[in-house]
């Protein structure tokens, strides 16, 4: 055999490529066996696993390239693979380690916690695969040049790649875990609503001494302020956990992706009680509470009024229209990346652009209450007010920090909300 041939013969991998070849494997089916687990054999109360295809088979399939490319690239490109695998382990984990802090381990939070460790160690292996494979070029100007460049093309990745998938997995598998202590300082019902998919819902119901009631919208940690406010004026009023939260069935979308099937199901029991006037039913909604809120306004005239405070955007058609210029260049791959993932990780799709739903409302009566100046997520309540019709108003808030006016303004907020519905909601 020539020289030439010799050359070229591919070399056998050693014995310690072959030890860290077997414990990458190792460590990545730990993070696919979380996955596996996660999304099929033990999934959210009152979901199965042929709902959960998508959030399954798309990690799978990108673990599996991952796996099979990891020992055919150079070294820098798999200790890359191994860094973002172990990324993804760290993501896929946290949820894990949130609801073992708040409730004790369950379900598969030990899956999910091998994960982390599992994440853990294939981002070390990436790391000293990456530290030895280091180029020592003779220029020093060069090879510092060099590392620095590739240092900022590393940030701008986790950035605009890493983080809007951790963003998405977190806010489609992380929901406030447990009910909080009941502050309404008046008597409730339990209840539990019935969603059109089939879920479960656990929430408190104050009767309406007035014959109006009033949906306080999202969860019964962050409304209960609002709750007490309008139960001092006589309104029924109705909390409840949202789908994944507290003591709810489903999966969590913090974004509100078919969230609106929750208020739907709170309509449905309003509009049954004795004490409640169908036509009088109103609904508070804080942030994405209130881009729900909205949405189903347009959608469901059972709706008749909606107090909306720091709605923002949802999915890139929303933020197209938010952001503009070198901001939405700067953020557009953040955007698009946070909605593709939202969309694997919930198994759905992304809801109408309320710029589009809003006129809907009309002439139905609105009230947006937007933070102006302390926040950068409400920038498009000026539009939809504009968009919602005659029977809109708008309060400006250039003091008070996100869904903080009742907190900034108790006394102008009580009068301002509580006048709303008491014109809105009047008895004809």
Known sequence: MDSTALAHTPTAPTRGALRRHLVFYEATLLVAGHVVDDSWLQPADGTTASDHLVSGLVPLALIGLGVWAYPRARAGASALIAIALGLFGLIVGIEAAYYTVQLGPSGDDGTGLLAIAAGLLLIGIGVVRLWRSRRRTPNPWWRQSRRLLLGVAAAVAMFELVFPVAVAYMATHIARAVVPADELGVAHEDVTLRTSDGLSLEGWYVPSENGAAVIAFAGRKGTQRQARMLIRHGYGVLLFDRRGEGASEGDGNMFGWDGQRDIVAALDFLEQRPDVDPARIGGIGLSVGGELMLQTAAQDDRLAAVVSEGAG???????????????????????????????????????????????????????????????????????????????????????????????????????RVVGFFDAALSRP
């Open 313 to 415: 955007t949802r999915s890139i058609a929303e933020e197209l229209e938010e952001y503009h210029g070198l901001q939405l260049a700067s953020l557009l791959p953040f955007v698009a990346m946070k909605t593709a993932a939202v969309a694997v990780f919930s198994n759905g799709t992304p809801p109408p652009k309320l710029t589009d739903l809003v006129p809907e409302i009309a002439p139905r009566p609105s009230l947006f209450i937007w933070a102006s100046t302390l926040s950068d997520i409400e920038t498009m309540n000026p539009t939809y007010h504009r968009l919602a019709g005659a029977n809109s108003s708008i309060w400006e808030l250039d003091d008070a920090e996100h869904v903080r006016g009742l907190a900034t303004h108790p006394e102008q907020y009580e009068d």
